[in-house]
């Protein structure tokens, strides 16, 4: 194996699977790869090369054959045809091809005294083909999307619907790029820091007190961005970024539930404080953000994606003061204990997904020995578009509201449940 390939295979499939609550991630090994078998990632010795060059997506044959059969357009505004964003299936990819870029922010956190520098990812609808493919953190190559195409003119009326994603413990914004695809070839824009700190690449700070505040921080910058970009800028405008969805991924579910309001339990914050939980001191600064918390009223809507609700952030009633509906979705071969907590969630607006065989990467590369990942990506992707449609855009349409009440199932491995 090559020193690539081994590199490829064993952070890529295994540093994806830190917890949520902060905790430092297990050494890798075939249980925590997913289904027990040494290549259940799907990056071994002869993949995880062709993985860095060709995309791990499954996909990218349907995407491909997606991409052709779209309008052949090379400019922007150029004779577009119409589109009835509503009227779209949310089960299947729309008719956008998938633009990509990046942006470079700067902004100074809450509690902070300096600057914070982050990487923003960023995927919009394009009728073009311009442009070569994306290459996630310099790892990941996507030849489905397209660097810097003209951005199609927006099909919803206020501007294009916003999704903003966190990533889990040492991932990547890319590492979720099959739902940015989807949500793109529907007229949505998702963006998705690359978190500084804490990435595949970066991880010097990721376990320091100020990297919770710094997790939900960045998507409230990323909004901040967004909004403001300069008139000369192909979106300037263009993105309705008052109200938004956002989703997060393993350690990203804490940032959505603090995205969403839950309420810190500073008891318990200082206690782990004590005990020097954290890599270097605890400030006074930061304990007062969390005092303040960190709720961006922005968020409409929030998607945690394997994991869980972790009393030693939040404690005991902490999930009351939540002020955005909620789509929490699980994986059975990935337990999070959502079932033995479920009664504390039953005077919030929640749907629960769990889905038979799905493991802790599912929700993101797809790389999974107990679910194929396209059938994985197909499921996440119609709850994702059919909670955001509903919060977001006030689509109330059957085959929006039947997904979210669990009367249309996309599949037999969907379990779900929900308080109203």
Known sequence: ????????????????????????????????????????TGLDAAGADAAADDGVDARAAQDVALADA??????????????????????????FHVGYRTLEITYQPPGSTGPRALTVNVWYPTWSEQGGPARYLGIQLDHVVHTDAPPAPPAHVGGYPVLVYSHG??????????????????????????????TLRDVDGEDHFAHYVHRPADLSATLDALAGLPVEDALAGRLATDHVIAAGHSRGTYTMWALAGAAFDLEAIDARCAAEAFEGPCDAADRAVFAAGLRDPRVVGVVPLAGG????????GGQDAVEAPVLWMTGTADPQGVGEIWPQFAGLDVVWVDIEGACHLSFTLGTCGTLPGPEGHAIIEAYVLAFARHHLLGDASPAVTGLLDGRDLPSERAHLMHTR
Do not use: I, K
């Open 1 to 40: 194996m090559t020193s690539r390939a081994w590199w490829m295979a064993t952070l890529l499939g295994a540093s994806l699977s830190g917890c949520d609550d902060g905790s430092e991630a297990a050494a890798p090994d075939a249980a925590m790869l997913g289904g027990g078998s040494p290549d259940a």
């Open 70 to 95: 779209a309008p052949d357009a090379t400019a922007a505004d150029a004779a577009p045809p119409a589109v009835d964003p509503a009227a779209l299936d949310v089960q299947a990819d729309g008719p």
């Open 169 to 198: 413990d040492r991932g990547f914004g890319g590492d979720a790029a099959h739902l940015a695809r989807r949500l793109a070839s529907h007229g949505w824009v998702m963006a998705a820091p690359d978190h500084t700190d804490n």
């Open 309 to 316: 609700f972790r009393g030693t952030w939040y404690g005991e």
